[in-house]
């Protein structure tokens, strides 16, 4: 062990009796109040009854001697009390932490070293018992989000690496070859330029996706008919290439949020439906007002998908049956994104697949 850990778990050792201590002196003190409570209570009692005595009482000792037993009966069993509360109380405090202590080095250890691991606690269903589901719970999300983390980032290196690798054996070959003509160059430099635009894509794509899933950081109220238009503008070249024939019925849909993420949600949205579609397929885009809810739908023709399957599709580098997407398809990073930005905007997804093929899918903003 470090000095460092060394260091760390001493204070550990030392702060821990100190709710115990705390604890203690809760219960005692209530103790001794009850206590010193009745005894104030007997006192005043006893010094009722000793006024109302005989007038024919015969003074002397006796009074004197009662007195002084008096006084020091009541101080010695104030004495004895105080003794056994601590001790009691003690204990008592003890017994109670000891499942708080028990939860808290598991935990410990759990975060420290396997995320796999529950505290389990069986017992009564009290406070603790539902603290250490709490926890389990706790540890069961922290222990996806690492692994969705882990993937994510060996997903990005790997799809970082290829172009980088690409551009590199293009460049080499080109220098290699003592024959190479300018028009050899050019053409090489050319293909190396769009793998540099593959590069910038999943780039800017993993910077939406960082930002959208860290939330939204200024609301303002837009259109979202509006900017629906405008991406079917953007991409009506592409859709003729392909023969796909937008349909689009664009109704008033207010909405509040961040401009540029919705804009990004639609272009997606747009995107996957124009990508993942058939030669003289169709695409429909719908935004009205559902309950006073501004909602989008994009629905497209392609292949048939399986239902269990949908959720892949939103999995970031996936596509159907979990084969990773070709880089002239994209970068499987479309839906995820959309996910992410929806959820940043508390929004609704739902999204299904259509029985002819293709996918049907809805954002409702709230």
């Known amino acids: ?115 796999n691991r529950r505290l389990d606690l069986d017992g009564p269903g009290d406070e603790l018992t539902d603290l250490g ?22 997903n990005a290196s790997h799809e970082l690496r290829t172009p980088l690798a690409g551009q590199r054996t293009l460049l080499q070959v080109a220098l290699a070859d003592p024959d190479a003509d300018t028009e050899a160059l050019r053409t090489a430099c050319e293909q190396a330029l769009r793998l540099g635009d593959q590069q910038e894509r999943l780039i800017e794509a993993l910077l939406t996706l960082a930002t959208s899933e860290h939330g939204v950081e200024q609301w303002e109220p837009v259109d979202l008919d509006q900017i629906t238009e405008t991406v079917i503008a953007g991409h009506g070249q592409r859709a003729e290439r392909r023969g796909i024939t937008i349909d689009a019925a664009l109704g008033r849909a207010p909405a509040t949020g961040d401009p540029r993420l919705i804009e990004r949600l639609v272009t997606n949205l747009v995107d996957n439906a124009l990508r993942h579609n058939t030669p003289g397929g169709q695409v429909q885009i719908t935004t009205n007002l559902v309950r006073d809810k501004a909602s989008i739908a994009v629905s497209n023709t392609g292949t048939a998908i399986a239902p269990a399957e949908v959720e892949r599709l939103f999995q970031p580098f996936q596509q159907l049956r979990g084969q990773r997407v070709r880089h002239t398809d994209g970068h499987g990073l479309g839906l995820a994104i959309v996910r992410a930005i929806a959820q940043a905007h508390g929004a609704t997804l739902t999204a299904r697949p259509n029985p002819e093929g293709g996918l049907h899918v809805e954002v409702t903003f709230h």
Do not use: C
């Not at 705390?22 to 010094?47: D, E, K, M, P, R």
């Not at 709490?134 to 882990?150: I, M, N, P």
């Open 133 to 154: 589901k709490t926890l389990d719970d706790l540890f069961a999300r922290l222990e996806a989000s690492f692994e969705a983390q882990r993937h994510f980032v060996a």
């Open 1 to 115: 062990m470090r000095p460092r850990d060394k260091v760390m778990s001493l204070l550990r050792r030392r702060r821990r009796p100190m709710l115990r201590a705390q604890l203690t002196l809760l219960y005692s003190g209530f103790f001794l109040g009850l206590l010193t409570a009745v005894l104030l209570a007997t006192n005043l009692l006893y010094g009722h009854t000793a006024a109302r005595a005989p007038a024919n009482a015969t003074p002397g000792t006796d009074q004197v001697g009662s007195s002084h037993q008096f006084e020091f009966g009541p101080a010695a069993i104030g004495l004895a009390a105080a003794i056994v509360a601590l001790i009691g109380a003690w204990w008592l405090a003890g017994r109670f932490l000891r499942p708080l202590r028990a939860i808290n080095t598991t935990a410990q250890e759990i975060s420290a070293t396997n995320l």
